[in-house]
């Protein structure tokens, strides 16, 4: 079974792709495609708006999202802050975001995540 995982379409998709292949991760979006690809067989991607993530999240067709705390919190869903990752788009000033995932997910923490 893979993850499905949710990346930030817009703004914040380039800053999340470089975000990932510092942790190893690399991840090809073309121009088009909802569905880039990465270099890892057990994860799926999907690009999705942020302030929709937590939608997708709660509603089980993601496993995990990456998305805005404020639009957690504006969603007034569901879903479980996993952590916090601090990176930016274009600028060098910080923005704080959130890994979520339901509550009753097996994933609970990043470390959950691994292998």
Known sequence: ???RLGI???????????LFARA????????RSYFPSIDDAE?????IRAQEMARYVE???LDAGLTG?????????EVQPVCDLVYAKQSRSKVRWV???????KYQKPEDLGG
Request: hydrophobic share 45%.
């Open 59 to 61: 509603h089980g067709f």
């Open 1 to 3: 079974m893979k993850i």
């Open 69 to 77: 705390r404020d639009w957690v919190i504006e969603s007034g869903l």
């Open 8 to 18: 930030p379409k817009g703004s914040l998709q380039d800053a999340t792709i470089a």
């Open 43 to 47: 994860i799926e991607c999907m690009l």
């Open 24 to 31: 190893g991760f690399n991840i090809y979006a073309n121009g």
């Open 99 to 105: 890994l979520a995932v339901p509550e009753d997910s």
